[in-house]
């Protein structure tokens, strides 16, 4: 496909076109859309998948009213907030997957634009956010009978943290890194709740640009306990521990910007069964100057095409650069459970920011990370609704990708502009769940949900199936991640070493906490491309 060349305003007609050149060379696409809710009253900003098949979602607080009232009369009293001191409108709720409903929740400041991670024992932990909650931390430990809610520590941080990004270790804490104007990190739980210090880190204010591009930078636990950082364009391996650069990676080629406001997306690809190596991909993005241009201009550059892709773990490592079928800025991208990563939501030109995202993409691509180099791309089927800024999609454990977001405005706004807010909830179902695939579908039978695993123990999965695929059968793990702002903070998917086949599989669980940090998982009996439902496994 020729591409239109970058650094130019991007017209809708010349989008479409494209899009139409798609749709026709790989007809109807794969995979099924499905409208779950007209309204949860609540933007998606933010969600996160828990351990007992609930999302919690939450928005920010400081816009004014939402569209789902708190319960019995209660309002939240904040004379910090900017919009509404008296408030008795929700700004999160929890929904339940499996009987397709919601209840609102209560969060007390601003959550806007933060950031999380799940603990150990399965609690949502959730840092930073806006004005009054800027050095917050919360909680949300989950429930089945619906008395649960968040709790909240004023001050638990020794920063602000706005645009931050949390990456769980393998002793169960987070770091929190970076932020608007924050070069450093922290770690959060801390031992002693007294300790405010912060660790400096010099690369987060070298890839700091005059539009800053290097907010929510891309955290990954790499297969040796050090964190790979990508920030603006650029890469490093930082042995926390030590707080030293032990690997400085090479530009991504084009030199581009990735990270918020250019609101590219990043994965950890799937881990292979006892790793010796590991690959990042970055996709999508916003040219330099796309920000001031569309503020400023109403200009609205063409999105990256661009996808890169490294293999963390050589000794001398390098980019390898792939197009995608359509450019994507403020996209998000999945871990399915069959191991291929799902590109979905965003735009075809602008950035991030208010108003400043045009062209939505409406349709999904799935990357297939063992497909050979230039054919790695399938175009799936369209959704009718923009996603755009503010927009998130989470991996479901029966296979589904849950979408929800999209708010380019200040305020919840639903009518006299070109995208509303949007309030409701999809679930985009790949192929591997459509009626055709069914014979192959393994079903797991036993153990029972959830299950509890030991660092390299070995267990066992019996399943039924119809017919098993020449492709064998596998089983992955999945942790679910915390999805905000393009990316899924903590996603992970790792392939284990199992023997058997036909009705059972014995599995042995990762070898240690660098590959699996201790948490809650989704397992998942994969015959050939087909994955089973999962099952929730405790590892720790």
């Given at each position: 496909?020729?591409?239109?060349?970058?650094?130019?305003?991007?017209?809708?007609?010349?989008?479409?076109?494209?899009?139409?050149?798609?749709?026709?060379?790989?007809?109807?696409?794969?995979?099924?859309?499905?409208?779950?809710?007209?309204?949860?009253?609540?933007?998606?900003?933010?969600?996160?998948?828990?351990?007992?098949?609930?999302?919690?979602?939450?928005?920010?607080?400081?816009?004014?009213?939402?569209?789902?009232?708190?319960?019995?009369?209660?309002?939240?009293?904040?004379p910090n907030d900017k919009a509404l001191p008296?408030?008795?409108?929700?700004?999160?709720?929890?929904?339940?997957?499996?009987?397709?409903?919601?209840?609102?929740?209560?969060?007390?400041?601003?959550?806007w634009c933060s950031s999380g991670s799940v603990?150990?024992?399965?609690?949502?932990?959730?840092?930073?956010?806006?004005?009054?909650?800027?050095?917050?931390?919360?909680?949300?430990?989950?429930?089945?009978?619906?008395?649960?809610?968040?709790?909240?520590?004023?001050?638990?941080?020794?920063?602000?943290?706005?645009?931050?990004?949390?990456?769980?270790?393998?002793?169960?804490?987070?770091?929190?890194?970076?932020?608007?104007?924050?070069?450093?990190?922290?770690?959060?739980?801390?031992?002693?709740?007294?300790?405010?210090?912060?660790?400096?880190?010099?690369?987060?204010?070298?890839?700091?640009?005059?539009?800053?591009?290097?907010?929510?930078?891309?955290?990954?636990?790499?297969?040796?306990?050090?964190?790979?950082?990508?920030?603006?364009?650029?890469?490093?391996?930082?042995?926390?521990?030590?707080?030293?650069?032990?690997?400085?990676?090479?530009?991504?080629?084009?030199?581009?910007?990735?990270?918020?406001?250019?609101?590219?997306?990043?994965?950890?690809?799937?881990?292979?069964?006892?790793?010796?190596?590991?690959?990042?991909?970055?996709?999508?993005?916003?040219?330099?100057?796309?920000?001031s241009q569309a503020l400023q201009k109403k200009?609205?550059?063409?999105?990256?095409?661009?996808?890169?892709?490294?293999?963390?773990?050589?000794?001398?490592?390098?980019?390898?650069?792939?197009?995608?079928?359509?450019?994507?800025?403020?996209?998000?991208?999945?871990?399915?459970?069959?191991?291929?990563?799902?590109?979905?939501?965003?735009?075809?030109?602008?950035?991030?920011?208010?108003?400043?995202?045009?062209?939505?993409?409406?349709?999904?691509?799935?990357?297939?990370?063992?497909?050979?180099?230039?054919?790695?791309?399938?175009?799936?089927?369209?959704?009718?609704?923009?996603?755009?800024?503010?927009?998130?999609?989470?991996?479901?454990?029966?296979?589904?990708?849950?979408?929800?977001?999209?708010?380019?405005?200040?305020?919840?706004?639903?009518?006299?502009?070109?995208?509303?807010?949007?309030?409701?909830?999809?679930?985009?179902?790949?192929?591997?769940?459509?009626?055709?695939?069914?014979?192959?579908?393994?079903?797991?039978?036993?153990?029972?949900?959830?299950?509890?695993?030991?660092?390299?123990?070995?267990?066992?999965?019996?399943?039924?199936?119809?017919?098993?695929?020449?492709?064998?059968?596998?089983?992955?793990?999945?942790?679910?991640?915390?999805?905000?702002?393009?990316?899924?903070?903590?996603?992970?998917?790792?392939?284990?070493?199992?023997?058997?086949?036909?009705?059972?599989?014995?599995?042995?669980?990762?070898?240690?906490?660098?590959?699996?940090?201790?948490?809650?998982?989704?397992?998942?009996?994969?015959?050939?491309?087909?994955?089973?439902?999962?099952?929730?496994?405790?590892?720790?």
């Amino acid at each position: 496909m020729r591409s239109l060349p970058r650094h130019v305003p991007f017209p809708s007609f010349f989008f479409f076109l494209i899009l139409l050149l798609v749709v026709v060379s790989t007809a109807a696409g794969g995979g099924e859309w499905k409208l779950l809710q007209h309204s949860i009253g609540v933007s998606a900003m933010h969600m996160q998948l828990l351990h007992n098949d609930r999302v919690v979602v939450f928005d920010r607080t400081d816009f004014g009213p939402s569209n789902l009232s708190l319960p019995d009369g209660r309002c939240r009293n904040d004379p910090n907030d900017k919009a509404l001191p008296v408030d008795c409108t929700a700004h999160s709720a929890e929904y339940d997957v499996v009987a397709n409903a919601f209840r609102p929740l209560m969060i007390l400041t601003d959550t806007w634009c933060s950031s999380g991670s799940v603990a150990p024992d399965g609690t949502l932990v959730q840092t930073g956010g806006f004005n009054d909650g800027e050095r917050a931390a919360r909680t949300f430990r989950p429930c089945d009978d619906g008395s649960c809610d968040w709790v909240e520590t004023a001050q638990a941080l020794a920063v602000r943290r706005w645009y931050a990004t949390n990456q769980v270790l393998p002793d169960g804490r987070a770091v929190v890194v970076g932020g608007r104007r924050q070069f450093n990190y922290e770690f959060y739980p801390k031992p002693d709740p007294s300790d405010m210090s912060t660790i400096a880190l010099r690369f987060l204010q070298d890839t700091r640009d005059d539009v800053e591009d290097n907010l929510y930078p891309f955290v990954h636990l790499s297969i040796d306990g050090n964190l790979f950082i990508f920030a603006n364009n650029r890469a490093i391996l930082l042995d926390y521990s030590k707080n030293t650069v032990v690997r400085t990676y090479p530009k991504m080629p084009g030199g581009e910007p990735r990270n918020y406001p250019s609101s590219g997306s990043s994965v950890l690809l799937p881990l292979k069964p006892s790793p010796t190596e590991a690959e990042v991909l970055i996709c999508g993005g916003a040219p330099a100057g796309s920000y001031s241009q569309a503020l400023q201009k109403k200009r609205f550059l063409r999105a990256l095409d661009s996808c890169g892709r490294i293999r963390i773990t050589d000794a001398a490592p390098s980019w390898s650069m792939e197009a995608m079928p359509v450019p994507r800025v403020m996209g998000d991208m999945v871990l399915l459970p069959d191991g291929d990563v799902l590109l979905i939501n965003g735009a075809a030109a602008g950035t991030a920011g208010w108003e400043l995202g045009h062209d939505p993409v409406l349709t999904p691509v799935v990357y297939r990370p063992d497909g050979a180099a230039g054919a790695r791309f399938d175009v799936q089927s369209g959704s009718t609704t923009p996603r755009l800024y503010h927009s998130t999609a989470v991996l479901l454990r029966d296979g589904r990708v849950l979408v929800g977001g999209s708010n380019p405005h200040v305020k919840y706004n639903f009518s006299g502009v070109e995208y509303p807010t949007e309030l409701s909830m999809e679930a985009f179902s790949p192929s591997y769940l459509s009626s055709e695939n069914s014979r192959l579908r393994p079903q797991i039978l036993t153990p029972p949900s959830p299950i509890q695993l030991t660092y390299g123990g070995r267990f066992s999965l019996q399943f039924s199936v119809g017919v098993v695929s020449e492709g064998g059968i596998r089983v992955t793990m999945v942790a679910p991640s915390f999805a905000t702002h393009s990316f899924s903070m903590n996603q992970r998917l790792l392939v284990l070493e199992t023997e058997g086949g036909t009705s059972e599989v014995v599995a042995v669980a990762p070898a240690s906490a660098i590959l699996a940090p201790p948490g809650y998982y989704m397992v998942y009996v994969v015959n050939g491309g087909v994955p089973s439902e999962g099952i929730w496994a405790h590892i720790q």
